[in-house]
């Protein structure tokens, strides 16, 4: 019998660290760092993450054939001396300090990387196989080689690897070819961050905070930016005006001219929201529409294939997407769910597995990620042993119980912590650590964000929508399983808006549609669809929430609270439950009421955050 053959791959010290896991080219377990050590986009190498995978596939690292690393820091490290050497002798304090973490270790990430893998296995160096991929690569295999096309162009637009800012690939069975690129510092993804840090929000953290804060106000700054910051081509390449910005080799985003062309400085965190940051958000916002929709239609003419995949971080844009879709520029596409730097980990096995060992695609259409159902999951023995001991309150009950107790509390306004199967690889929660909520409910958004998310008023929670009813509510009919579409809600599920006086944030008080809760300012909505196939007992409890409503929807956010990661054990989701005003968790076939615990409790009503680290959490590598 032939020897299975394993590969593991790695994205680490930038941010957002993750490692996946393949055997014989089937992607058998992926997950980022931060889920194991609490600490949100933890760049370390991936220890825990490591673990994980091997501990799922029942192996050792003495059992791994290969291990691909994400990016080539080499290179990274040439581009940066090349630019430092361009602007010099500007930026010389960030060029000492760049330069001595470089010189100090990441020039020597082999030996880093053998090392960190040694010390899991519990000696001084791993001595296998290590390769090193490219970082648009990455993306383009993460994207390309788990979609259910054969053939299929490929677009990554982030905010940079090596050398690239975006590229063009074409994927073709096993084949895949980087045929045209933009290198730094020309980037689409450094332009959304500069807005990102100017709007006061976290750069390489926050980008989706821009694209929710921007219905809220008129792009009125986008001839602005295309006069002044960016000159945009036919086919969607660019060249940015390193005049106003600061990224290329200062310590901020923008410079001081920057301030000059939007009527003052950037927003301190702490300070409220105005008018200008809203514009300055649909602005830019309309800015990188107009780019992507310009590479999309000049992709799919200099390529001629119908079917597109995306990647990098600018894919996680999911109001871009929904338009491209709906211009039918493609027939199709596809969205790797992963499509930041922690998807480059599995890129990288992927691209290692069918261009460098030459490897076949597995046979047979359809979607290869597994719903991104990737992580841990938790057998009802292991759950029930977190909950006793964490002294939790709970009613272990049958399938049938579990999802008419859990409906009668979503119809009675109850918010949900609901926890089941395989923890999600990527950015979104998709119904395995997942928060749900009934989205007729009038305040159910503000609820959310203030009482069980504690995050900003303005942020818009996702409706999750059986498959099969997602045209009757949503302007969409098409497969949405990770959450990655926009798209409006349905004309019919709409209701006259009473908005007149309103602007800005006093926009939350109208009531738009039958499902006001999922229902941006716009009108829009992300969307994610459900399947029996997809995700079984999450189908089941829309299923019997819409048998008890008549509406297949449910609002579904992050298992989380805000600056924390999405909850990864049982520990971590009883923590997070008694932190916050959530009424219920279901976890597993285990039902917790709040007023429960409360009682056990006495006047302690709350417990430790679940920031806090699992520390039983420990997996075992031999």
């Known amino acids: 019998m032939r020897a299975r053959r394993y590969c593991l791959g790695l994205s680490a010290y930038f941010h957002d660290s993750a490692a996946a896991l393949l055997r014989d080219g089937e992607i058998i377990a992926a997950a980022q760092e931060e889920r194991f050590t609490r600490h949100k986009n933890d760049a370390r190498f991936p220890a825990h993450a490591v673990a994980y995978c091997l501990s799922e596939a029942g192996i050792g690292l003495d059992q791994l054939d290969t291990v691909v690393f994400f990016e080539k820091p080499l290179r990274k490290f040439r581009r940066i001396l090349r630019t430092f050497a361009e602007h010099a002798p500007h930026g010389a304090p960030s060029f000492t300090r760049a330069t001595r973490e470089w010189l100090g270790w990441k020039l020597t990430s082999d030996r880093q990387i053998r090392a960190e893998l040694g010390a899991l296995a519990g000696t001084k160096s791993w001595r296998g196989e290590l390769l090193f991929s490219e970082h648009h690569l990455s993306h383009a295999a993460s994207a390309f080689y788990p979609s259910p096309f054969e053939h299929a162009a490929v677009l990554t637009v982030d905010a940079v690897g090596e050398d690239a800012t975006l590229s063009v690939a074409v994927g073709n069975g096993s084949k895949l070819e980087i045929v045209k690129q933009l290198e730094y510092p020309d980037s689409l993804g450094m332009l959304y961050s500069a807005f990102t840090y100017f709007t006061g929000f976290s750069v390489n953290s926050d980008e989706y905070k821009v694209m929710g804060l921007a219905p809220y106000g008129e792009p009125r700054y986008a001839d602005i930016i295309r006069e002044h910051l960016v000159e945009i081509s036919e086919d969607g390449c660019f060249l940015i005006n390193q005049d106003y910005f600061d990224y290329a080799v200062g310590q901020r985003m923008t410079g001081g001219r920057f301030d000059e062309l939007f009527d003052g400085p950037a927003r301190r965190p702490e300070d409220p929201l105005t008018r200008r940051e809203m514009d300055l958000a649909a602005s830019v916002q309309a800015v990188t529409s107009d780019i992507m929709h310009r590479l999309a239609r000049s992709t799919r003419r200099e390529t001629g294939l119908t079917n597109l995949c995306l990647a990098g971080g600018v894919a996680l844009n999911c109001v871009i997407n929904g338009e491209i879709l709906s211009e039918d520029i493609f ?11 922690a998807g480059g980990a599995l890129g990288a096995a992927l691209a290692a597995h069918h261009l460098h060992f030459e490897q076949p695609r597995a046979a047979g259409a359809g979607d290869k990620m597994k719903s991104s159902l990737l992580g841990p999951g938790y057998s009802e023995e292991d759950i029930r042993s977190a909950l006793q001991s964490a002294g939790a309150v709970f009613a272990a009950m049958t399938d049938e119980r579990l999802y008419s107790k859990t409906v009668e509390a979503l119809a009675d306004g109850k918010v949900i912590g609901w926890f089941q199967g395989r923890m999600e690889f990527g950015p979104r929660a998709l119904g395995a650590r997942s928060i749900l909520a009934d989205p007729r409910a009038v305040d159910m958004q503000s609820t959310l964000n203030l009482k069980i998310k504690f995050r900003e008023s303005f942020r818009p929670f996702a409706p999750i929508v059986k498959r099969e009813a997602v045209s009757d509510w949503f302007d969409l009919d098409t497969d949405s399983p990770y959450m990655l579409i926009v798209a409006p809600v349905a004309a019919k599920r709409l209701r006259t808006v009473e908005a007149s006086g309103l602007e800005g ?48 929807v449910l609002i579904n956010t992050s298992f989380n609270v805000a600056e924390e990661p999405i909850v990864c054990s049982p520990a971590d989701a009883f923590r997070c439950f008694m932190a916050t005003d959530m009424d219920v968790l279901v976890i597993g076939n285990c039902f917790l009421e709040k007023p429960a615990q409360i009682a056990k409790r006495g006047d302690r009503r709350r417990l430790a955050t679940a920031s806090n680290p699992d520390r039983s959490l420990n997996y075992t590598v031999f």
């Open 331 to 341: 027939e199709n596409i596809w969205i790797q769910p992963a499509a930041g730097d």
């Open 505 to 552: 944030l006093e926009l939350l008080q109208a009531v738009r549609s039958e499902i006001p809760s999922v229902t941006h300012v716009d009108g829009s909505a992300r969307v994610q669809t459900v399947t029996k196939d997809n995700n079984a007992r999450l189908y089941s409890l829309l299923d019997r929430f819409e048998a008890a409503t008549g509406c297949p």
